[in-house]
């Protein structure tokens, strides 16, 4: 933070500075500014909630209840029953109404089932952007706005600016926490709604107001896995959704010959080199290339196979306004949340489409991951990349 004597934070120190941002930018008191907390159960957003209650303003927590609690999930995810349980715990100990939603039908239509059918089109999901595009951007908004509220505020590690033509989104100031890869289809309306107050703080120094705030969740660990794909086994999950998608086939070469079998094409990712249960005369390795559902063949070959410069991109949310749109911009990309942003040219081709050009060739870029574009911090928006 610019003033290091506020990490500590004795008791009585203000919290307030640039790093926290507790100013929601309303022209009112804050007593009388209401504002709904996504209340996961983890550090982060029960810190949120915390902190805007400590500030001033009228707050409530609200949970989503995603899957039945008797269901096996992943301990290290989010949304599972204990969390529900911590999200209450916390509202309790800081003295604000909670409420349970109930989405397990909406989570299972709109993320659970795309997730099978995206694996089934040979292609690589990413869970967690459906969720905040459905059931935690849409129906918790609604949500919100019933009860009045005059902004929903979460624990997400991004930022909200007020640019000169509306409000931006941008990534964190702490960027080995920065989430704003898995936020990019938030649309300009809710953007509007949106607040995120942690945004300009490192993890650590959120654990400290934890602790200091005395709640119970203050070093409960992150979340990691997708929250209903227990130990990460992926096909199985696949499998319980669309029985028969664990369906054999032949692993191919680029020319054609058959170099072995599989078990089902859900097994496997664009880019990936381990386990693929085959080996070749001269000892080189093989890399996942291609995926046909069609005929459930996994074809492999050398690493400068995967290689590629243009990326296609459907299914645009566009965050620029209009005042400043062209037809191609200067950008750096991510196509995995945890990479080094990548230099490229965007080409917006209509209103739903883009053509993402990169400097240098990027390896393992697969159809269904999220494609996201970046001027400096700024997210500019992002699309789904198109199989290929």
């Known amino acids: 933070m610019k003033d290091s004597n506020k990490r500590n934070f004795p008791t009585g120190a203000s919290i307030e500075s640039n790093d926290l941002q507790l100013d929601l930018g309303f022209d009112k008191p804050r007593a009388k500014t209401r504002v709904v907390v ?29 899957y039945d609690h008797g269901e096996i999930v992943a301990k290290k995810a989010c949304c599972a029953g204990i969390d529900i349980y911590d999200a209450k715990t916390v ?27 995206t694996y089934l089109r040979g292609e690589t999901p990413i869970p967690c952007v459906r969720c905040n595009e459905t059931v935690k951007f849409r129906d918790m908004f609604q949500t919100a706005k019933d009860l009045g509220a005059d902004c929903l505020a979460t624990g997400h590690y991004v930022k909200r600016v007020d640019g000169p033509h509306g409000p931006e989104l941008h990534a964190a100031n702490d960027k080995n926490r920065d989430q704003s890869y898995f936020l990019f289809s938030t649309t300009k309306e809710q953007l509007e709604f949106l607040r995120f107050p942690l945004g300009g703080l490192p993890k650590k120094e959120t654990r400290e107001h934890a602790h200091r705030l005395g709640l ?25 959704l669309r029985p028969g998608a664990l369906e054999e086939g032949n ?11 599989h ?15 085959i080996s070749t005369n001269d000892g080189s390795v093989l890399y996942v290339i291609k995926l046909n559902p069609e005929t459930h063949e996994v074809i492999v070959g050398p690493k400068e196979a995967l290689a590629r410069k243009d990326i296609p991109v459907h299914s645009l949310t566009w965050l620029g306004y209009d005042d400043e749109k062209a037809t191609t911009y200067d ?22 489409h883009a ?5 240098d060739p990027e390896y393992g870029v697969s159809g269904g991951q999220a494609c996201v574009f970046y001027q400096g911090d700024r997210v500019l928006g992002g699309g789904w990349i198109q199989s290929v």
């Open 355 to 359: 053509i993402v050009t990169l400097k």
């Open 216 to 240: 119970t969740v203050a070093d409960k660990p992150d979340s990691q896995d997708i929250c209903f794909v227990p130990d990460g086994n992926y096909a199985k999950i696949v499998e319980k």
């Open 38 to 66: 996504a209340m996961s159960g983890g550090v982060d957003s029960s810190v949120t909630a915390a902190l805007l209650k400590e500030a001033g303003y009228d707050v409530i927590g609200m949970t989503m209840q995603l």
């Open 263 to 277: 078990q089902g094409i859900i097994n496997y990712t664009i880019g990936q080199r381990r386990g693929l249960g």
């Open 251 to 261: 692993i191919l070469d680029l020319d054609g010959n058959i170099l072995g079998r």
């Open 331 to 352: 950008v750096t990309i991510k196509i995995r949340s945890s990479q080094t942003p990548l230099p490229a040219t965007l080409k917006l081709v209509d209103e739903t």
């Open 91 to 117: 509202a309790n100990k800081i003295d604000i109404p909670h409420y349970v939603l109930n989405y397990e039908s909406k989570f299972k239509e709109s993320v659970m089932e795309d997730f099978a059918d």
